[in-house]
Each structure stands twice: as structure tokens, then as C-alpha cells.
């Protein structure tokens, strides 16, 4: 079966968002970032680089098992898992040789978590995809969204960081194109086996040629490897929707796939209880999937590697719903 036969049949998979941010839990200084999304807590409180990184002194998720988490996916009916292998704090989740802000390198955890799903996912029969912050990197001087105001949170934050880097007319995202990028693209298409998928997002400052360069490379070390739309100017072998889009309709020969969360963030935050119910994840995945959109639902594990209670019982739920 090729690529694009196997998504149209897959319909249904588990986006995980995970990182430093699950620490914060949407909380910064007595101060919680209400209404907004918690993997993107270093941007909102514009924490300094310096401070941020100290929370990867902190990260040891003793409770963290990568077979749990793919056969609760498998349960619910998923057939594919897409992992935030650098969500845009520039914070890698597996074992990278060009800079030491990584999980194994950094932490007292000191485990490559990209790994361990990797051998999860094939030992459980789920295929992998990993999603790389192409663009937005706040860990590097010269990490892209320097050409725009504050866009993101409901006009609450940049793209960029300009509290540790104020001048944007200084900034050169070729630098951490060839520098951080391209490198690290090159390791998740070559350590981890065969991917699925590459989940590239928020594309503002990448030209047609650094996309096009991306997009080429992907193909070349792994021809199967399908890209989303969101690795922009025009690529992609399959539209990401916007997030939490649900379409009213589709083109039955165009691959789509709408992520959506399970309650109002991606990242971990421990006051959200927004839960939806298993009703509207099954109401959602038959509307969807009757017009050939896959449904990637995501979960946000905690610091110690849990994933929220709620969470592990809706897709428990809809998993039995599935298969009764």
C-alpha cells in the first residue's frame, strides 16, 4: 500500500504534544496564561532563555512509558501517532548532536523519548509521524517570525523571541536554517526507522527555496514519508487544517486531516477541564472521516509523563464505542 493509501484508510491518529512546558502547566510567577495554549507559556510570559532552560534541570517524568501511551492510541482506534519532536522553545525530545538542549543531554531523564515511541509504535503496529517546528525557534538568535508583531494568543504574543534577542533587523533565519534545521531534520528522517509523516508548522519566514530544500530532503532520505501543508509556500503532499477546524466539506481526491484538541490546549495545563466528551470525539470522527478528513485528536501529558486521566477515559470510551 503506498503512503497516500494509507492515510486515506488510517482516519483517525494521536497528536502528543510534550515538553519543558508541561512543567509550567500553563502557570508562570503566580500568573496563569488563561484562554491561551500551554505549550506556548515561554513566549506568553516572555521568560528568558536562561530561566527556561533551568526547567530542563527539573525534567524527570519517572512515569513515563511509551508503550502505555501507543496502546491507549491503539485502544481508541488510532492508527498513526504524530510526536512534537522540537515544539517551538527549540527544545529537541530526542537524542541530537548539534546542540545539547535536548532530553537526553539536558535532563536528569536523560532517555530518548522519540526512540522509545519509535520501537513502541512498530512493536504495537502504529505508524509515527513527527511534528518539527521548522520556522519558530526561541532558543535560537536567529529563529524565524522576526517580520511580524504580536499575532499569536489572541494578539498576546510574537512569533519571535525578542526578549532575549530585541533587535529583529539583526536577525538572519538562514543562519538557523543551516545551522539548527536542516541538521535536525536530517536525524528524525535517519535514527528513528521508517516515518509516516513529517508535521512541519507555522511557516512565516522560510522562502520557496528553504522550503523547497526541506521538502526535498525529506523525500530523499525517506521517499514514503509523507509532508503537511504546513511546511508552507505552497508544499505539501496533504492539507493540515487549521487548528480545531471542522470542515462542512471536502474534495474527496485531496488528503486532509484537521487536528483538534481534546480540551482548549495542546501542551499540558492543569486547570484546563474543558473536556469534550466521547460523544462529540465519535460525532466529530464520523463527520469527518464520511468526507475522507483524517482526525488527529491530541493529548498533552504532564511533567511525570502522564496523560490527563480525562483524556485516557474519553479515548478509552470511544475505543470500546468503536468496537462494540
Given amino acids: 500500500m503506498d503512503s ?21 502547566g500553563g502557570e508562570w510567577k503566580g500568573k496563569r496564561m488563561n484562554g491561551y495554549i500551554g505549550e506556548w507559556a515561554q513566549q506568553y510570559f516572555r521568560i528568558p532563555l536562561a530561566d527556561y532552560k533551568k526547567l530542563a534541570e527539573a525534567f ?66 502504529l505508524k509515527l509521524g513527527l511534528y518539527y517546528s521548522q520556522d519558530l525557534d526561541w532558543a535560537h538568535p536567529d529563529g524565524g517570525g522576526y517580520t511580524f508583531g504580536k499575532v499569536w494568543c489572541d494578539n498576546a504574543a510574537y512569533l519571535t523571541n525578542n526578549w532575549d534577542y530585541p533587535d529583529d533587523s539583526a536577525k538572519n533565519y538562514e543562519v538557523c536554517f543551516e545551522e539548527k534545521i536542516k541538521p535536525q531534520v536530517k536525524e528524525i528522517l535517519t535514527k528513528y526507522g521508517d516515518l509516516c509523516l513529517i508535521w512541519f508548522d507555522v511557516p512565516v519566514t522560510l522562502t520557496k527555496d528553504q522550503t523547497d530544500e526541506l521538502y526535498r530532503m525529506v523525500k530523499q532520505y525517506q521517499p514514503d514519508c509523507l509532508v503537511n501543508s504546513r511546511i508552507g509556500n505552497g508544499y505539501g503532499d496533504y492539507v493540515s487544517a487549521e487548528d480545531n477546524f471542522i470542515p ?77
Fill in 4 to 24: 497516500k493509501q494509507w492515510f486515506r484508510e488510517a482516519k483517525f491518529g494521536m497528536m502528543i504534544h510534550w515538553g519543558l512546558y508541561s512543567l509550567l
Fill in 60 to 125: 524527570n517524568p519517572v512515569c513515563f512509558d511509551a508503550e502505555e501511551w501507543v496502546k491507549l492510541a491503539r485502544d481508541a482506534g488510532m492508527k498513526y501517532i504524530v510526536f512534537t519532536s522540537k515544539h517551538h522553545d527549540g527544545f529537541a525530545m530526542f537524542k541530537t548532536d548539534v546542540t545539547s538542549y535536548n532530553v537526553c543531554d539536558a535532563t536528569p531523564f536523560g532517555r530518548d523519548v522519540v526512540k522509545e515511541l519509535s520501537e513502541s509504535c512498530k512493536k504495537y503496529g
Fill in 248 to 324: 462542512s466539506e471536502n474534495d474527496a481526491n485531496i488528503l486532509y486531516e484537521s487536528p483538534c484538541t481534546l480540551n482548549d490546549t495542546w501542551g499540558f495545563k492543569y486547570y484546563d477541564d474543558n473536556w469534550k466528551s466521547a460523544d462529540v470525539i465519535l460525532n466529530n470522527l464520523k463527520h469527518m472521516n464520511g468526507m475522507g478528513v483524517n482526525y488527529l485528536l491530541n493529548v498533552g501529558p504532564d511533567h511525570l509523563g502522564r496523560i490527563p486521566a480525562p483524556s485516557v477515559d474519553i479515548l478509552r470510551e470511544v475505543g470500546r464505542r468503536l468496537n462494540s
